[in-house]
């Protein structure tokens, strides 16, 4: 079973860069899919982008000047860094294992404020 | 870019049928996927390709999708089936997953 552990600073000041890891254990990297969705208190999941393995990416083009999703495939982790972040994007941090079309296995989350 | 329409909240008596809809243009054609996301913990997915059962889904959940609208149905509503429900689709056109606005599902 695929187990997913979201991890990163949780105070963020604005016009910084957000950085998140994610380590996948059970499971490989190399070969998945693995997607970041992002959930501001109180609203809706909006999906950020995946990336395949530790190559090929695909961004939310809401967000895509912004972001980079990275795989490691040593340390068998994903991670994802978002520039020039405001408050707009405080939020909770999933990471998921993606079954290309769909998210099959979910992080916990990690919540990260912009202030 | 490609919407999908949910209502913000449904409300059902334990025992009864809960019905979730999700309205989107031409959403028949698409294959449909839906998240039980319990109050302070992460989505989990309880419908995959329109009417499949991960391993561990109960039965009593059961999904369909034709038309412009996509239904999950919670046959026999438990007070722990209360939660908010999403539903996503892919766009293939820019290869994006597109959330619903999410349904929040109340047992009365």
């Known amino acids: 079973q695929v187990h997913l552990q979201e991890s990163g600073p949780r105070l963020v000041k604005p016009s910084e860069t957000l950085s998140l890891t994610c380590v996948v254990s059970?499971?490989?990297?190399?070969?998945?899919?693995w997607s970041w969705i992002r959930q501001p208190p109180g609203k809706g999941l909006e999906w950020i982008g995946y990336?395949?393995?530790?190559?090929?990416?695909t961004y939310n083009p809401t967000l895509r000047s912004r972001v980079t999703i990275s795989g490691d495939t040593s340390k068998n982790q994903v991670s994802l860094k978002m520039s020039s972040v405001t408050a707009a994007d405080t939020a909770v941090y999933y990471c998921?294992?993606?079954?290309?079309?769909?998210?099959?296995?979910w992080g916990k989350g990690t919540t990260v404020a912009v202030s | 870019s490609y919407v999908l329409t949910q209502p913000p909240s449904v409300s059902v008596a334990p025992g009864q049928t809960a019905r979730i809809t999700c309205g989107g243009d031409?959403?028949?054609?698409?294959?449909l996927y839906w998240y039980q996301q319990k109050s302070g913990q992460a989505p989990v997915l309880v419908i995959y390709?329109?009417?499949d059962r991960p391993s561990g889904i109960p039965e009593r959940f059961s999904g369909s999708n034709s038309g412009n609208t996509a239904t999950l149905t919670i046959s026999r509503v438990e007070a722990g089936d209360e939660a908010d429900y999403y539903c996503?689709?892919?766009?293939?056109?820019?290869?994006?997953?597109?959330f619903g606005g999410g349904t929040k599902l109340t047992v009365l």
């Open positions: 990336i395949y393995g530790s190559g090929s990416t």
């Open positions: 998921a294992k993606t079954n290309y079309y769909y998210m099959d296995v």
């Open positions: 390709d329109d009417r």
């Open positions: 031409n959403i028949g054609s698409k294959s």
């Open positions: 996503q689709v892919w766009h293939g056109a820019t290869d994006l997953r597109v």
């Open positions: 059970g499971g490989s990297v190399h070969n998945n899919y």
